[in-house]
């Protein structure tokens, strides 16, 4: 069975950089598959911020394309999301998630990062 | 890339049948047949139960199906009952690498 587990500190200061992991178990990244991050701003809907493939390649939504570095670390089978210059509007419940073209199966349980304004 | 268009709200009786509109353009819906919907209850991760447009995963109930038309897909969910009631959110493939939600929308089972 696929798990997934965001990591990462729950309070982000206006202007600093916003670092979570993903662990992944029951699956290697490396094997296929794209990993990608969706996050929910309170009472709102889902958004897509980036996937990695199982290249190594990265891709990103394009209004956060600057400030979005998406990356794998293959020996501990784990991903990495870092949003730099964060503010307010970047609080939200973050997902990660291994998908294809046509769907998002597994999902981590979110974790709720807050940015105070 | 823009959001999906979905209608903010639906709601039926339990038994009856309802749809959800997921509206796109021939870049992202019309362009592909990478449409997927998930189900989100309160405080939940969001679940998959439709993928590529009209396939089921294993274990999602046969009351739920998907399909398209141009640029707009749907979800139908027949029979509905109680625990249907959630926030449904439909995705699709934009080309180049990207994807894109709809806004979502809450469904009520009167």
């Known amino acids: 069975q696929v798990q997934l587990e965001e990591a990462g500190p729950g309070l982000v200061k206006p202007s600093e950089t916003l670092s979570l992991t993903c662990g992944v178990s029951g699956y290697s990244i490396s094997r296929g598959y794209y990993w990608g991050w969706i996050r929910q701003p309170p009472g709102k809907g889902l958004e897509w911020i980036g996937s990695?493939?199982?290249?190594?390649?990265?891709s990103n939504d394009w209004s956060l394309k600057s400030r979005v570095t998406i990356s794998v670390d293959t020996s501990k089978n784990q991903f990495s999301l870092k949003l730099s210059s964060v503010t307010a509007a970047d609080t939200a419940v973050y997902y990660c998630?291994?998908?294809?073209?046509?769907?998002?199966?597994?999902w981590g349980e979110g974790t709720l990062v807050t940015v105070p304004s | 890339q823009s959001a999906l268009t979905q209608p903010r709200s639906v709601s039926g009786s339990p038994e009856q049948s309802v749809a959800i509109s997921c509206t796109g353009t021939?870049?992202?819906?019309?362009?592909?047949?990478?449409v997927s919907w998930y189900q989100q209850h309160p405080g939940r991760a969001p679940k998959l139960m439709i993928y590529d447009v009209t396939k089921r995963p294993s274990g999602v109930h046969d009351r739920f199906s998907g399909s398209k038309s141009g640029n707009t897909a749907s979800l139908t969910i027949s029979g509905l009952q109680a625990e249907d009631e959630a926030d449904y959110y439909c995705?699709?493939?934009?080309?180049?690498?990207?994807?894109?939600f709809g806004g979502g929308t809450k469904l009520t089972v009167l």
């Open positions: 995705c699709s493939y934009a080309g180049s690498y990207t994807w894109v």
């Open positions: 021939s870049s992202d819906v019309g362009g592909y047949n990478y």
């Open positions: 998630a291994r998908h294809g073209e046509g769907t998002f199966d597994y």
């Open positions: 990695l493939s199982q290249s190594g390649s990265s």
